[in-house]
């Protein structure tokens, strides 16, 4: 059978199931669009029908290839009706005993050879693989939500899956377009897994510091993100943030990592959902046009004197030599600026406060960035006015704008990037997926402007394994580091080749 003449079953017909059969059918299959709910298949195939009209109007698609397109998916109420088909993919309700009766029923009704997926983002997939005579045949097939658009598929191998069916499937989503990694079961799997600290970083931050959120926001969108972490909680909808959170938590036995937040536990109660509501942590009657706040510009500095190394954030020398900064180098330790006895460095995870104290200067430290020449937007902190204004000038020199947040350990780029670099090692380290697949997966599900292990290559598994170290003195259950990250620090390995 050559791949498209294969039949694709799809059960439920809400947002995933649609979604999903359009990507099938597109790809050339016959697809059974089955919704047990009357009517649901045939009006989500009418809607489908819609979408593809404005397509077509748009010349983004031929209208002979749209009635290609509708006239492979066969609408159905009954499961009976998936008899034929050689995968069935089921994107039901997110609920363990619905899932487990329907592919119970599945069993029944297809052939032996028929592979069965399951959609689900929060649930086990052994879990739901108990309930079936032949488990082996069973596996997650994990789309992201619009599932036409989203590339990255994440296939789940269950405790029983055979490696035939996780074959089958990756090819399948290959031949669809989508790009698939491979995930072993277990709490979120990748990409819901390897994304809370994107999250739950920013909340820790806003709940320490009461910075606000279009300040958080702006910074980490000049990180490289596509949307800060708490205008997608808006987007995606404060309620579906939080459960996907308590299900890790809930999955990993109440893992510090994961506590949910009480900022998004208190906007959930208080119906503040985000852009569906009007209000999230954004009021979207009125802030639409907040600004970041940041310090107003300071006169740059004439000379610098720098003293060792500055780590991931050695680029900047070079950057103010160029801008006409004059630069005294000096072999000393401690990888640090300074101008008029003010000292300016990259966070390590030490507040400026705790530098001071250690050696009686005054201090400012300013954020990570993955790229200082590109970087618009940095975060700084100090144990004075004086200094921040100081430092400030010397981090504007690059055009970059400078907001002063309070002095609080690891600033919030920085431990932000090393907390999803340990929760990424550890998807390895568990043999969830490769460190290709890992990296592959964050980028392709959540649009990340790269993978985090890619990120340790490139700032030094040792910096973020400092930086970590130095935050979990203040919480040691959320901050511990991963073994394998702490091995390529150890080691000066790479994760990538
Ligand atoms: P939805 O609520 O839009 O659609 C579910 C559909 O299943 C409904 O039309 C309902 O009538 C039908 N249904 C319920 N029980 C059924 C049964 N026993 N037999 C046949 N049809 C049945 O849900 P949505 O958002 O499409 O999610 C479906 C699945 O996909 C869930 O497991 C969810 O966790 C997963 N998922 C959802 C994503 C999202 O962003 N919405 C992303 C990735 C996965």
């Not at 748009?58 to 397109?69: S, V």
């Not at 507040?351 to 940095?378: I, K, N, Q």
């Not at 100081?390 to 780029?413: E, F, K, M």
Request: one cysteine or more; charged letters at 20%; glycine letters at 10%.
């Amino acid at each position: 059978m050559s791949a498209t003449e294969k039949i694709i079953g799809v059960v439920g017909a809400g947002v995933m199931g649609a979604g999903i059969a359009q990507v099938a059918a597109a790809a050339g299959h016959r697809v059974l669009l089955v919704d047990t709910q009357p009517g649901v298949a045939a009006n989500a195939k009418a809607r489908l029908a819609e979408v593809l009209a404005k397509l077509v109007e748009k010349n983004r698609l031929a209208a002979a290839e749209r009635d290609a397109l509708l006239a492979r998916i066969e609408p159905g109420e009954s499961i009976a009706a998936l008899a034929s088909a050689s995968v069935v993919i089921e994107a039901i309700v997110e609920n363990l005993p619905a899932k487990q009766a329907l592919f119970r029923e599945l069993e029944a009704v297809v052939a032996p050879g028929t592979v069965l997926a399951t959609n689900t983002s929060s649930l086990s997939v052994s879990e739901i693989a108990g309930a079936l005579a032949r488990p082996e045949r069973f596996a997650g097939m994990h789309f992201f939500n619009p599932a036409p658009l989203m590339p990255l598929v994440e296939v789940v191998a269950g405790g029983r899956t055979s490696p035939a069916v996780v074959g089958t499937l990756t090819e399948l989503a290959h031949a669809w377009g989508k790009t698939p990694v491979q995930a072993k079961d277990s709490p979120g799997f990748i990409v819901n897994r390897g994304a809370r600290p994107f999250y739950g970083e920013a909340l820790r931050f806003a709940e320490e510091t009461g910075v606000d959120a279009v300040t958080i926001d702006a910074l980490l969108r000049a990180a490289g993100f596509r949307m800060g972490p708490l205008e997608l909680i808006d987007l995606i909808g404060a309620e579906i943030n939080l459960a996907a959170t308590r299900s890790v938590f809930a999955a990993t036995g109440n893992d510090a990592r994961y506590r949910p937040s009480r900022l998004v536990e208190e906007n959930v109660a208080a119906g503040r959902l985000g852009r569906k509501s009007g209000r999230g942590f954004y009021d979207y009657a009125r802030d639409a046009k907040l600004a970041p706040v940041v310090l107003p510009r300071e006169p740059a500095p004439a000379a610098i004197v720098v003293h060792g190394d500055l780590g991931p954030a050695q680029a900047l020398v070079e950057l103010w030599r160029r801008m006409g900064v004059a630069v005294e180098r000096r072999e000393s330790a401690g990888g640090c600026v300074e101008i008029d006895r003010v000292k300016v460095a990259l966070t390590d995870g030490r507040t400026a406060h705790e530098r001071a104290a250690a050696d009686g200067a005054v201090w400012a430290v300013f954020d990570l960035s993955l790229d200082y020449g590109a970087c618009r937007h940095l975060g700084l902190a100090a144990t004075d006015d004086r200094s921040a204004r100081i430092a400030a000038g010397l981090l504007q020199v690059t055009g970059t704008q400078v907001s002063r947040l309070p002095d609080v350990p690891g600033l919030l780029v920085a431990r932000t990037l090393a907390m999803l670099i340990t929760e990424a090692a550890d998807i390895v380290l568990r043999g969830v997926a490769s460190v290709h697949d890992v990296d592959l997966a964050m980028q392709k599900g959540l649009n990340f402007p790269g993978g985090p292990l890619g990120w340790a290559d490139k700032i030094g598994a040792n910096y973020a394994v400092g930086l970590l170290d130095r935050l979990a003195v203040t919480d040691a259950a959320r901050y511990g580091v991963n073994d394998l990250l702490r091995r390529a620090a150890q080691s000066g390995g790479k994760f990538h080749a």
